[in-house]
């Protein structure tokens, strides 16, 4: 599985758009890229995935660079309850076993 | 309410003990992981089912024991030959299809301490 790295951690002000980035520049075409985040002492939760095209949901939006080798989550007006760790996920396409590998992940502080 | 259902929240271990973790899911799903999370860590893969009455080793089995007896439950023994059992673990399922765009569903996990 290609391997993603992230910023340890970020600030944001309440109100305003943050930008998590994330590199995988050995993602393969049969790879997507998924984001989940984890509230202090809970479980991670989906926020989103995409394969080459930008995606938005309820929660976020997606970019994907054109040549797959970088992403962004973009929660567009954070707030406190978004404070959490952010995991950038790079899975193939057809996974055998929940074989998730989370790194360590971007720490996202949204102060007031 | 659909979700998963992990207990208990907080449990301690003496040493040479075995201690089990509960996880059930009234999510139909047909595929249920164990991960384990270390302070400042990531997740690691224990073991997971696909289907009821089996299961596959993931990438830190060894110490650990589970059973899947019954589609809605998955429960994970924390063995006394798991010499490092302080952590904090989480129970997933998913709607398996072998396709990647499934996703994980987690519990709010169990602490688990050694005394």
């Known amino acids: 599985d290609a391997k993603t790295t992230q910023p340890t951690s970020m600030d944001c002000a309440e109100g305003r758009a943050a930008n998590l980035p994330c590199n995988h520049s050995?993602?393969?075409?049969?790879?997507?890229v998924y984001w989940y985040r984890q509230i202090h002492s809970q479980g991670p939760q989906y926020i989103i995935h995409?394969?080459?095209n930008n995606e938005t949901n309820e929660m976020a939006s997606l970019i994907i660079t054109e040549d797959r080798k970088s992403s962004t989550l973009i929660l567009p007006h954070a707030t406190l309850r978004d404070t959490a760790v952010y995991y950038c996920?790079?899975?193939?396409?057809?996974?055998?076993?929940?074989?998730?590998?989370f790194g360590q992940g971007t720490e996202l502080s949204v102060k007031p | 309410d659909g979700g998963i259902t992990q207990s208990p929240k907080y449990l301690f271990r003496k040493e040479g003990q075995n201690v089990t973790l509960s996880c059930e899911q009234n999510?139909?799903?047909?595929?249920m992981y164990w991960y384990r999370q270390d302070p400042g860590q990531g997740l690691r893969l224990i073991y997971y089912?696909?289907?009821?009455?089996?299961?596959q080793k993931g990438d830190i089995a060894e110490g650990y024991s589970v059973s899947r007896e019954k589609k809605e439950s998955f429960p994970l023994t924390v063995t006394s030959a798991q010499k490092n059992p302080t952590a904090f673990y989480l129970c997933?399922?998913?709607?398996?299809?072998?396709?990647?765009?499934?996703?994980?569903?987690f519990g709010s996990g169990t602490q688990l301490s050694v005394l």
């Open positions: 997933a399922s998913s709607d398996w299809t072998g396709a990647t765009n499934e996703k994980l569903f």
């Open positions: 050995t993602i393969s075409g049969n790879e997507y």
């Open positions: 995409g394969l080459k």
């Open positions: 996920i790079v899975r193939p396409i057809y996974n055998q076993g929940g074989k998730l590998i």
């Open positions: 999510l139909n799903h047909d595929a």
């Open positions: 089912s696909q289907i009821v009455n089996d299961f």
